[in-house]
């Protein structure tokens, strides 16, 4: 759908969010088609449930037709809705939990009584490039990462790809930044175990 | 390792064993080490040949996450029953 079509004027994001913010329902339907998509892949790499994943999309959306006369515009639309998407798959997944949160086991290195690394090991020299270009490897990859612990999961997810601050994890998932540290280095561990051989 | 339990950064020696290298990954991975903390950590990677090994491949490990998901969003598609579904709930709100 071509919104200056419908509208009959070129549209940048400025004159888009105009728009927004005047209630124009033709707006509302480009964003939603525009990134709704981008949206929906964005929630299903916390949300396996695709139903889960869809739900997170529609409140995000919800959300930010209510919030948009704040919206000030100094992150661009698409990384706003990103953003809030996130919080509301976090969201999603704190209502779905009925047990609490599970702890990540230690998966640290082993040291002898000196602190002195016990383990050595050889150096990856396995090409980044060739391993991400062959299919197989990377989705055997990717569903490793998403058959971890939700919490390792997330905490990978925001730091690793997602690019989020140490801070910025510890209030999304409402835990101390001490907790965020400890809990994305096993989290990194436990990926290394389950991937380890792929790489040599 | 526990890094909530660590005592803290070395202060003035020059030498730190290979678990407290390890308890700092994360923040200096994240450049939140600083001046003499910083300063350290590099010493042991120059003695440390272990160490210097398994942060290299900590790094590699980190890169091939961000670089797995770094495509996936490209061919994004919303299926047309949740665009009309997200519509028709905003109408409801309205």
């Known amino acids: 759908m071509d919104l200056s079509k419908k509208i009959n004027m070129p549209l940048s994001e400025e004159q888009l969010i105009a728009q927004l ?10 964003i939603v088609r525009e990134y709704g998509g981008y949206l929906l892949i964005i929630a299903k790499r916390y949300l396996l449930n695709e139903t889960d994943a869809e739900d997170a999309v529609q409140d995000t959306y919800l959300h930010a037709f209510s919030a948009i006369a704040t919206f000030e515009g100094r992150a661009s639309l698409k990384s706003w809705l990103h953003r809030i998407v996130i919080n509301k798959s976090l969201m999603k997944i704190r209502s779905n939990k009925r047990r609490p949160v599970e702890l990540i086991d230690d998966n640290s290195s082993f040291f002898d009584t000196n602190g002195k690394r016990i383990e050595t090991e050889t150096e990856i020299t396995l090409s980044l490039e060739k391993l991400i270009a062959n299919d197989s490897q990377r989705e055997h990859i990717k569903a ?9 999961k997330n905490l990978l997810l925001l730091k690793d790809i997602e690019g989020y601050s140490t801070k910025e994890i510890a209030e999304l998932l409402d835990i101390s930044l001490p907790s965020v540290k400890t809990g994305l280095h096993r989290a990194r561990l436990l990926l290394k175990k389950k991937i380890e051989h792929q790489l040599r | 390792m526990n890094i909530e339990n660590k005592s803290s950064y070395p202060s003035t020696s020059d030498s730190i064993s290979c678990e407290t290298f390890e308890s700092f990954i994360v923040d200096y991975i994240d450049g939140n080490l600083e001046g003499n903390q910083k300063r350290i950590f590099i010493q042991h990677l120059k003695e440390c040949p272990a160490c210097e090994i398994y942060l290299k491949n900590y790094e590699y490990r980190i890169q091939l996450s961000k670089s797995i998901f770094a495509n996936d969003t490209d061919t994004p598609n919303i299926p047309n029953q949740l665009v009309d579904a997200i519509l028709a709930a905003k109408k409801q709100i309205d």
């Open chain 1, 144 to 152: 490793q990462i998403h058959q971890l612990p939700q919490m390792a």
């Open chain 1, 21 to 30: 913010k005047k209630g124009n329902v033709d707006s509302f339907e480009f």
